[in-house]
């Protein structure tokens, strides 16, 4: 498998912080590892180690290197073609994904309206607004957004004018410069919910004086219970006030509240407090 990089700028000059050149490819390197990593469980094949980067090649004034990936029990299978061409598939899926999702949330506030199916990789429709993309390629942007924003802010230090990763037996590229440079910061914006929810949870610490507090409650999409901060959502709701007190001498409660989360470019919510509305603690028969 080789992946072919290339790259100018004031960091790869004689004489130059050799930091800025490692801290370069440190960051392709970790987007090479997720997207092989997720082509090696979509090809169901299982090499004894996790495939690695060698230089092959690199060139005064410029970064020009071609990278070889080598991996024990795969690069000698029916399979390691395969699992190339699908990595970089993911890798320059998730870098158009990255670039559409935080243009979507820069230009309406909100992120694209999502649709994950296995037929594409990525496909933008015709409002612009919404796109389908690949699960294992949405996956990889999740975690590979941080390293794409990571090489876009040493062009906009201006020691890398361009960056550029390709395959020569596999279409797209990876390409970010001047052009593109604030297109991989993923933001987020923090929303409440319009309807509240009642669900099971325990609350165990209380502020009288601030009426607010902790509480854990199960969350199913990641299969654990979290603890969350929450507050009285009538500052004059003396009832729910009491029964707060109240929950906090028994080990479940039916809580209905309002969720505040932040939602940002890629789509991911993260629930940041809940308001309560009320509490029926829940003794034991």
């Given at each position: ?120 990789n990525v ?36 020691t890398l ?16 410069d001047r ?107």
């Amino acid at each position: 498998m080789e992946f072919e990089v290339y790259a100018e700028g004031r960091a790869f000059q004689r004489n130059s912080d050799l930091k800025i050149t490692l801290d370069l490819l440190k960051n392709y390197q970790l987007i090479f590892d997720e997207g092989v990593g997720l082509a090696i469980i979509s090809q169901d094949v299982s090499p004894t180690e996790r495939p690695k980067l060698y230089m092959q090649t690199l060139e005064n004034g410029s970064l020009e290197a071609v990278f070889i990936a080598v991996a024990a029990g795969l690069n000698s299978t029916p399979f390691s073609g395969g699992v190339a061409n699908l990595a970089w598939d993911y890798i320059v899926g998730a870098y158009n994904f990255v670039r559409f999702a935080v243009s979507t949330f820069d230009r309406t506030n909100s992120p694209p309206g999502i649709n994950f199916s296995a037929d594409v990789n990525v496909e933008i429709h015709g409002d612009n607004n919404s796109v389908s993309v690949h699960p294992d390629i949405y996956a990889l942007a999740q975690k590979a957004h941080k390293h794409f924003d990571e090489i876009a802010t040493q062009v906009q230090k201006r020691t890398l004018d361009n960056f550029t990763a390709s395959n020569s037996s596999r279409e797209g590229t990876v390409q970010l410069d001047r052009t593109n440079e604030g297109d991989f910061k993923v933001k987020g914006v923090t929303r409440r919910d319009p309807d509240s929810n009642t669900f099971e949870a325990g609350l165990y610490s209380f502020n009288r004086k601030k009426r607010s507090g902790w509480l854990e409650v199960y969350i199913e999409e990641e299969e654990r219970a979290r603890a969350f901060r929450f507050t009285i959502d009538d500052e004059e709701d003396e009832e729910t006030f009491d029964s707060c007190v109240e929950s906090l001498k028994v080990g479940k409660s039916k809580v209905t509240a309002y969720k505040e989360y932040e939602v940002n470019s890629l789509g991911e919510k993260n629930i940041k407090k809940f308001f309560l509305q009320s509490v029926a603690p829940e003794y034991d028969s």
